[in-house]
């Protein structure tokens, strides 16, 4: 997680940038940026969410208690 922020904190600049050549790199900055974001949620959210839906389903009640 903390590998992933710092590399969104280091292409924000890009994503957000100004000045000469800024509109051939700002493309290339908002996809890193979104495409982290979108691993980062898909990581913390999906994953345990669907991780926990498979085992409840395929253990029954008995995977929440123990």
């Known amino acids: 997680m903390m590998t992933s922020m710092a590399a969104l904190m280091g292409t924000l600049p890009i994503a957000l940038?100004?000045?000469?050549?800024?509109?051939?790199?700002?493309?290339?900055g908002v996809?890193?940026?979104?495409?982290?974001?979108f691993s980062q949620i898909v990581?913390?959210?999906l994953t345990p969410v669907s991780t926990?839906?498979?085992?409840?389903q395929?253990?029954?009640?008995?995977?929440i208690r123990a």
């Open 17 to 28: 940038g100004f000045g000469a050549g800024a509109e051939s790199r700002r493309p290339l």
């Open 31 to 37: 996809s890193v940026v979104g495409g982290l974001v």
């Open 43 to 45: 990581t913390l959210f």
């Open 52 to 56: 926990f839906t498979w085992k409840t």
């Open 58 to 63: 395929s253990c029954g009640d008995s995977a």
